[in-house]
């Protein structure tokens, strides 16, 4: 059984800065994709956006151009754990954020159907 916890989120004014952190547990597939999604709960017809992707062992990412020069994906050595770093914060930014893994296919990294284990989400809020 694959496992993700997310921790990191929290409360911070415009400007700022906060680091996500997704620890990924249990038998993964061997080369897999790692992405961040968010969503603002209770907003009808918002579904999940995607944030940010890291795959492989080469490491490609790929972000939404919304986020695009402010945050960055990234993973430890032994790639277990992948971070978020996101800088200059705005209030935009504000929604739970979701770890996600799932395997190499030809689905888009950018689709939450490319991935097959979630964890439980993280609140960030950005509000001064």
């Known amino acids: 059984q694959v496992q993700l916890a997310e921790s990191g989120g929290g409360l911070v004014q415009p400007g700022g800065s906060l680091r996500l952190s997704c620890s990924v547990s249990?038998?993964?597939?061997?080369?897999?994709?790692v992405a961040w999604f968010r969503q603002v709960p209770g907003v009808p017809g918002k579904e999940r956006e995607f944030?940010?992707?890291?795959?492989?062992?080469?490491?490609?990412?790929n972000y939404a151009d919304s986020v695009k020069g402010r945050f960055t994906i990234s993973k430890d050595d032994a790639g277990n754990t992948k971070y978020l770093q996101m800088d200059n914060l705005k209030p935009e930014d504000t929604a739970v954020y979701y770890c996600?893994?799932?395997?190499?296919?030809?689905?888009?990294?950018?689709?939450?159907?490319?991935?097959?284990?979630w964890g439980q989400g993280t609140q960030v809020t950005v509000s001064s």
């Open positions: 944030v940010a992707s890291i795959t492989g062992n080469s490491g490609t990412t």
């Open positions: 996600a893994v799932g395997p190499i296919s030809t689905i888009s990294v950018r689709s939450t159907r490319h991935y097959s284990y």
């Open positions: 249990g038998r993964i597939f061997r080369i897999h994709t």
